[in-house]
Every structure is written in structure tokens, then in C-alpha cells.
């Protein structure tokens, strides 16, 4: 073999690892605040600009808990189709119930300590879910197709992992807050901070959006 060919033989060798494991997704973070204060079970979610770019995540199972008179975690972030359980964590009988909007009303009854109760969210939409014995308890299922999607933890900050080269719109949702729209971009292998600050308002809810499993 001759020297030119083994050099370009050792150039592909050398070559061809890299671009195999390069991955074409990149990372966008950053943090949510109001009024200079971090702000948590923030719902955060991007859609691609281009509707060909669109995907849908397969349904999950999820858990919310009944726990101190609270429901825990505050907001959980689903796929249409995805089962959500309710555990009573607590010594006293507890009731989950989504009030009728839209035809989308549900109650699973009264339930003791200790029960368990699931419901399947098949649609797309913001889900306020309440207790019946306790007025003060809500919660929020928050049912979304796209696979981009997180929750603010307590200190505002969130990460949307593997999210392909490419424009997308960010959105947020909150129950106390209104909805924040921002342009941002995924690069490969690159990772985006924001710094969100969100106003006061009504939220806007997600099943006005188009549906990724419908996109042309």
C-alpha cells in the first residue's frame, strides 16, 4: 500500500467515530421568574416553527400525590394518552375531580388513606384537578403532545434535553400567570440559557394549540 493511501485510509478511520457520535440535538435552559423571584411548577414547552419538524412523545405513567393537604408535585407535564395516578398519603378521605370545561369534566370518588386512583388524559389541554372534601387543594395536569417539555423546580429553573437542530417557539404555562412566547434555537451539540420573566394574566390553554400528531 502506498503512503498516500494509508494516510487517507488513517484520515477516514480517524474521521468517521466523530461524525457518528456527533448528535444533531442540542439543550435549551434557563430560569423563570415574576417580579425578580423565582417562580416554580412553571409547565415549559417548545413547538417547532416548521410543522414537518413536529413530534409526538408516547404516553407515560405519572403519579400525583395527596399528601398534607396538598397535591404533590403542585403541576406534573403529560402526553395525550398518558395514565396519571392519585395516591391519598394522607389519614383522612380525600376526592380528585377536574370541574366540566369542554366536556372534559371527570370524578374519581371519595377515596381513604392509603387508595389509589388513576385517570387516563387522553386529550390535550390544562387540567386544574381539585378535592372535593378539601375547597383549598389544586393541582395541575398539564397534557401535551410535543416531546420538549418541563416543570420549573423551586428555584425557577428548567432544561429541555435532545431537542433537534432547528426554530422553535417557547411557551410557558402557569395557573397564576400569563403565557410567554419567545423564539429560540437548538444547536447541535450547544446548550441556550434564557431568562424568562413572566406578568401576571390568564393563562392560555395548551388545547388552542395545534396539534404535533396532526401537522402535515
Same mark, same amino acid.
Given at each position: /500500500?502506498?503512503?498516500?493511501?494509508?494516510?487517507?485510509?488513517? =484520515?477516514?478511520?480517524?474521521?468517521?467515530?466523530?461524525?457518528?457520535?456527533?448528535?444533531?440535538?442540542?439543550?435549551?435552559? @434557563?430560569?423563570?421568574?415574576?417580579?425578580? %423571584?423565582?417562580?416554580?411548577? =412553571?409547565?415549559?414547552?417548545?413547538?417547532?416553527?416548521?410543522?414537518?419538524?413536529?413530534?409526538?412523545?408516547?404516553?407515560?405513567?405519572?403519579? /400525583?400525590?395527596?399528601?398534607?393537604?396538598?397535591?404533590?408535585?403542585?403541576?406534573?407535564?403529560? $402526553?395525550?394518552?398518558?395514565?396519571? #395516578?392519585? %395516591?391519598?398519603?394522607?389519614?383522612? /378521605? *380525600?376526592?380528585?375531580?377536574?370541574?366540566?370545561?369542554?366536556?372534559?369534566?371527570?370524578?374519581?370518588?371519595?377515596? @381513604?388513606?392509603? +387508595?389509589?386512583?388513576?385517570?387516563?388524559?387522553?386529550? +390535550?389541554?390544562?387540567?386544574?384537578?381539585?378535592?372535593?372534601? *378539601?375547597?383549598?387543594?389544586?393541582?395541575?395536569?398539564?397534557?401535551?403532545?410535543?416531546?420538549?417539555?418541563?416543570?420549573?423546580?423551586?428555584?425557577?429553573?428548567?432544561?429541555?434535553?435532545?431537542?433537534? %437542530?432547528?426554530?422553535?417557539?417557547?411557551? %410557558?404555562?402557569?395557573?397564576?400567570?400569563?403565557?410567554?412566547?419567545?423564539?429560540? $434555537?437548538?444547536? #447541535?451539540?450547544? $446548550?441556550?440559557?434564557? +431568562?424568562?420573566?413572566?406578568?401576571?394574566?390568564?393563562?392560555?390553554?395548551?388545547?388552542?394549540?395545534?396539534?404535533?400528531?396532526?401537522?402535515?
Amino acid at each position: /500500500m502506498s503512503r498516500r493511501r494509508m494516510f487517507a485510509c488513517l =484520515v477516514l478511520f480517524s474521521i468517521a467515530p466523530i461524525a457518528a457520535g456527533s448528535a444533531q440535538t442540542g439543550s435549551i435552559g @434557563g430560569t423563570i421568574t415574576a417580579a425578580g %423571584t423565582a417562580v416554580a411548577d =412553571v409547565v415549559v414547552y417548545l413547538v417547532p416553527a416548521a410543522t414537518s419538524g413536529r413530534g409526538a412523545a408516547a404516553p407515560v405513567a405519572a403519579e /400525583m400525590d395527596q399528601r398534607a393537604l396538598h397535591f404533590i408535585p403542585h403541576a406534573i407535564v403529560v $402526553s395525550p394518552g398518558s395514565t396519571v #395516578s392519585f %395516591t391519598n398519603s394522607d389519614r383522612v /378521605m *380525600h376526592n380528585v375531580f377536574h370541574p366540566p370545561k369542554g366536556g372534559s369534566a371527570f370524578d374519581l370518588g371519595l377515596f @381513604g388513606p392509603g +387508595e389509589r386512583r388513576s385517570f387516563v388524559f387522553d386529550h +390535550e389541554g390544562a387540567f386544574v384537578i381539585f378535592c372535593h372534601v *378539601h375547597p383549598e387543594m389544586v393541582g395541575y395536569v398539564v397534557v401535551l403532545a410535543t416531546p420538549w417539555r418541563a416543570v420549573t423546580d423551586d428555584r425557577g429553573r428548567f432544561t429541555l434535553e435532545n431537542v433537534p %437542530t432547528g426554530s422553535y417557539v417557547l411557551h %410557558t404555562w402557569s395557573g397564576k400567570f400569563a403565557e410567554h412566547l419567545q423564539q429560540v $434555537s437548538a444547536g #447541535s451539540d450547544q $446548550s441556550a440559557h434564557l +431568562e424568562i420573566s413572566l406578568a401576571r394574566g390568564v393563562p392560555v390553554d395548551p388545547r388552542a394549540l395545534p396539534d404535533p400528531r396532526r401537522a402535515p
